[in-house]
């Protein structure tokens, strides 16, 4: 029963992580057709996508809490290592985030770009972080 019950959780988990894969790629073809007068509104979308990637950092490392007893010391590490490159590679998206913010006219088109390969990377991070770990025993 509870193999079930963990199974369904496994489900519900995994739709969790493809809707929040799918709302990244969707911010992404959204964001990247904004021009230079509509940067209000590009930096405030990507304001609130960094806000939910945020949210769903701080869930995944609590889903990662709730599953370490069940992990081998490898998985284990390969999570720590996993989480610690997403974060990185948030940090790098919130640099990027700042730059897209004093962006000019002159270089709204490049802040964007570099943007969007920021959360390019972040994206790739996240998808690395939750993918299924096949050593859960």
């Known amino acids: 029963d509870s193999v079930a019950s963990r199974g369904l959780?496994?489900?519900?988990k995994r739709q969790d992580q493809e809707n929040v894969s799918a709302q990244m790629r969707d911010t992404w073809e959204a964001f990247k057709?904004?021009?230079?007068?509509?940067?209000?509104?590009?930096?405030?979308m990507?304001?609130?996508?960094?806000?939910n990637l945020d949210e769903e950092i701080d869930e995944a490392q609590k889903e990662i809490d709730r599953g370490w007893q069940n992990l081998s010391q490898e998985?284990?590490?390969e999570k720590q290592e996993t989480l610690s490159e997403l974060k990185d590679e948030r940090e790098e998206l919130q640099a990027e985030?700042?730059?897209?913010q004093a962006a000019s006219d002159d270089n709204w088109e490049e802040a964007k770009r570099r943007f969007g390969s920021a959360w390019?990377?972040?994206?790739?991070?996240?998808?690395?972080?939750?993918?299924?770990?096949?050593d859960t025993e």
Not at 9 to 12: H, I, L, R
Not at 97 to 100: F, H, V
Not at 121 to 130: F, G, I, M, P, V
């Open 9 to 12: 959780g496994d489900v519900y």
């Open 33 to 44: 057709n904004f021009s230079v007068e509509q940067k209000n509104e590009a930096v405030e």
């Open 46 to 51: 990507a304001r609130r996508a960094l806000a």
């Open 75 to 77: 998985a284990r590490l």
């Open 97 to 100: 985030y700042q730059e897209l």
């Open 120 to 134: 390019q990377s972040t994206k790739q991070a996240w998808r690395d972080l939750t993918a299924p770990s096949p």
